[in-house]
C-alpha cells in the first residue's frame, strides 16, 4: 500500500468507510473530531432511518414487527447508548466511579444494539427488488473458499442463528487476521464477542423479531428471512472492510506475524 493510501485510511478516509459499513451517521469528520477533542463534547446518537417502507419486507417480515423492531426496540438502544455515555462524562467530571461497572455494562449492550440493528436494517431489501437471491462477485468467492459452498454457508450460519442460546443474533463475520469470513454468534447485542472480526451480515434472534408472525419457530423464521437479505449491501460491506485490511492489521501486530 503506498503511503497517501495508507495516509487516507488513517484520516478521515478510513473512518468513513468504517462507518458506511452501519450507515451510521458520519460523526467523526476532521472538524468534529478536533471539536470533541477539544470540547469533550459527546457524540449524540440517532435513529437512522429504514431505507423502505415498513411492510416492505412482506411476507417475510410482517409490517407491526417492523414498526415496534425499529420504532421501539431500535430507538430504546439509542437513548440507552447516549444515556450511558452522559452518564460515564458525569462520571468523569464529578470523579465518582462508584457506577462504572453498571454503566459500562450498558454502554457495551446498547452500544452493540444500535450497531447490530443500523447493519441488520440495511443489510435487508424487500423480496425480489434487492432482497434474495445469492451473492456474486468477490462475496461469492470469498464464502465458497471459506464455507465450500453458498449452502454449506448457509446451513451453518442458520444453525449458528437457530443455536443462539436466549436473545442473540447470528453473525458472519470479517477476520481481520487473515481476511477470512467466518460465522458466530452473540447473546444478547454484545457478548460472545471476539475482537478479531467485524459483522457484516447479522440476523436478530431475539424474539421480538419474529414472535408475531412466527410464534415460537425460530427456525422457519431463519428459513424465510434468506428471502430478504441484501447481498449487495453484504457485499460492499466486505469490501469497505477489505479495503480497511492493511490498515487494521497495522494496528493489531499480530495478525501480520503470518504474512
Ligand atoms: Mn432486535
Known sequence: MDTSRR????????????????????????KAHAQAGAAGALTVH????????YDALEP????????????????GYVKGLNAAEKALAEAREAGDYSLVQHWSRKAAFTGGGHFLHSMFWKA?????????GEPSGMLADCIARDFG????FKAHFSAAAQ???????G????????????VRQTENQHKLSSWDTMPILGIDVWEHAYYLKYRNDRGEYIKQWWNVVNWENVAANLETLTGLHEALAAVHPSSREGS
Open 149 to 152: 459452498s453458498f449452502d454449506a
Open 124 to 132: 435487508m431489501a424487500p423480496p425480489g427488488n434487492g432482497g434474495g
Open 7 to 30: 495516509d487516507f485510511l488513517k484520516t478521515a478516509g478510513g473512518v468513513a468507510a468504517a462507518a458506511s459499513v452501519i450507515g451510521a451517521p458520519m460523526v467523526l469528520s476532521g
Open 46 to 53: 440517532e435513529l437512522p432511518p429504514l431505507r423502505y417502507a
Open 163 to 169: 443455536g443462539v442460546e436466549g436473545s442473540g443474533w
Open 60 to 75: 417475510y417480515i410482517d409490517e407491526t414487527t417492523m414498526r415496534i423492531h425499529h420504532d421501539k426496540h431500535h430507538a
Open 171 to 182: 453473525l458472519l463475520h470479517y477476520r481481520f487476521l487473515d481476511g477470512r469470513l467466518a
